[in-house]
């Protein structure tokens, strides 16, 4: 999600890059680097860093944001009016919807009025999560300002680890949309499908260095671990 306000950047010295042309490539970064810097945001141990530049696409997608039982600041900075108990979750999970043009009710004057107390998923949220799972057209993403900033990711995958660590992340897609899993554990919007996809990734890297993918027990056995591991206080 993007920082707003922007930090004050010294005065440029010479004649500023020409800025890119709407709809151009964005580098993602190499696929590793990415991989583990989302790895630790989705740990709670940093934000996402998404070199969002003037997007905000992802405040105003019409997305329903989670919000756990212990994040205490996002409880205190959201009224409680905008909260609702998230549907097949443990009871204090709770989630803030959106206007009927899809905004965030915490989009204010063009910036996220709770930015410093904003919840988890926001802080975690990085679209180029799209990309690696090739969600990253209308049938993957609905929202179509997501998706589009979401197209124009690629990712550096010049080594072999970068590049089956990126198709294992296609493999677990695919595989999702395949219906893999059991209506009570598939996931239930496109979000969900490309972050369950990029955290299932390990189980298809033999598959992807062209092995045979994993049984669909195995599958549902990663997916009940991480909901298990989810659910504990
Ligand atoms: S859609 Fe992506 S680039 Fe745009 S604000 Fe959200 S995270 Fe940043
Ligand atoms: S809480 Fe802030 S960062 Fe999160 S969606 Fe709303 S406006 Fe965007």
């Not at 690696?132 to 690629?154: F, K, T």
């Not at 955290?199 to 033999?206: S, V």
Request: overall charge positive.
């Amino acid at each position: 999600m993007p920082d707003r306000p922007r930090p004050h950047r010294p005065a440029a010295t010479r004649a500023p890059p020409a800025p890119p042309v709407p709809g151009s490539p964005l580098p993602a970064g190499d696929f590793g680097p990415w991989a583990e810097g989302l790895d630790a945001a989705i740990q709670g141990e940093r934000d996402s860093d998404v070199p969002c530049g003037d997007c905000a696409a992802c405040c105003s997608a019409g997305q329903f944001i989670p919000v756990g039982p212990d994040e205490h600041d996002a409880l205190r900075a959201i009224p409680a009016a905008l909260l609702f108990p998230a549907p097949r979750m443990p009871k204090g999970h709770m989630l803030m919807g959106h206007d009927a043009k899809g905004r965030c009710p915490m989009w204010i004057h063009q910036r996220c009025s709770i930015y410093a107390s904003r919840p988890r998923a926001c802080r975690t949220y990085d679209c180029r999560v799209f990309a690696a799972a090739g969600q990253d057209g209308p049938e993957g993403n609905p929202d179509p300002a997501v998706s589009h900033q979401a197209r124009r990711w690629r990712f550096g995958l010049e080594s072999l680890a970068d590049a089956q660590g990126f198709a294992a992340v296609r493999l677990a897609a695919a595989r999702l949309r395949a219906r893999v899993l059991p209506p009570e554990l598939a996931p239930a919007h496109a979000t969900q499908l490309a972050v369950l996809a990029f955290k299932l990734r390990a189980l298809f890297l033999d598959e992807a260095a062209g092995g045979s993918p994993p049984s669909a027990e195995r599958v549902v056995g990663a997916v009940l671990a991480l909901r298990a591991a989810q659910a504990r206080p």
